[in-house]
């Protein structure tokens, strides 16, 4: 079974903090996404990966960048954590297959910035 | 710019029905489609994928089809059970790097 995990459940941080999440995963996946989940927003990319050292920004990369120095770990980082951050952040991979394979999701780390 | 489109927002039905959820998409160039469940607070489980070649998928009570033509796909879930209950989302891919695009999901309630 394909297995992501998230360095945390839940963080608490303050705001101007540095925060780092830590994604791994154990299946070789070329590809891996940062994702945010807001209620009545949904899902939204932040950043992906298609390979070591290699980001694109996603759809709100502002506030945020990433390290990818290993393929099977992807880190998300807010330079100077803000409230409006406070969110459910989802990791997630992918093997790069030509028809297109499944993405597989951790299991999410909540982060709440006062 | 892709927008992916889920109704309803929220199902309850009893224990037993067949249901069935749906998604639309506005721009039929996709790779792949893939739907989700997410249990409340935690991550998304991958229940399907259809590639963009393919007209359905099945496992177990779920089928999923998919229509590119005319921008939809819908979840079959056939016996209902009280465990089915999660939020279920849908996805499209746009290429093959696999970024998704998301619906806002479906809240579905399966009551015994």
């Known amino acids: 079974d394909v297995k992501v995990t998230q360095s945390s459940r839940y963080l608490v941080k303050r705001t101007g903090e540095k925060v780092f999440l830590e994604c791994v995963q154990d299946?070789?996946?070329?590809?891996m996404f940062w994702y945010r989940q807001d209620p009545g927003l949904g899902l939204r990319l932040i950043y992906f990966?298609?390979?070591?050292?290699?980001?694109e920004k996603g759809d709100i990369p502002e506030g945020y960048s990433v390290s990818r120095e290993k393929k099977e770990r992807f880190s998300l980082i807010l330079e100077s954590a803000s409230t409006n951050q406070t969110s459910m952040y989802l990791c997630?991979?992918?093997?790069?297959?030509?028809?297109?394979?499944?993405?597989?999701f951790g299991p999410g780390t909540r982060l709440t910035v006062t | 710019k892709q927008e992916v489109t889920q109704i309803p927002a929220a199902l309850s039905v009893p224990e037993g029905e067949n249901l069935v959820l749906n998604c639309s998409f506005t721009?039929?160039?996709?790779?792949?489609l893939q739907w989700f469940r997410q249990d409340p607070g935690k991550g998304l489980t991958s229940l399907l994928l259809?590639?963009?070649?393919?007209r359905e998928q099945t496992s177990g009570r779920l089928n999923a089809s998919l229509d590119k033509s005319s921008g939809r796909s819908t979840l079959y879930i056939a016996a209902s059970q009280p465990g089915d209950s999660a939020t279920y989302l849908c996805?499209?891919?746009?290429?093959?790097?696999?970024?998704?695009?998301f619906g806002k999901g479906t809240k579905l309630s399966v009551k015994p």
């Open positions: 997630a991979s992918r093997s790069q297959g030509g028809g297109g394979s499944e993405q597989y």
């Open positions: 299946m070789d996946h070329e590809n």
């Open positions: 990966s298609y390979d070591v050292k290699m980001k």
């Open positions: 721009d039929s160039a996709i790779y792949n």
């Open positions: 259809i590639q963009s070649s393919q």
């Open positions: 996805a499209v891919s746009e290429g093959s790097q696999g970024n998704l695009i």
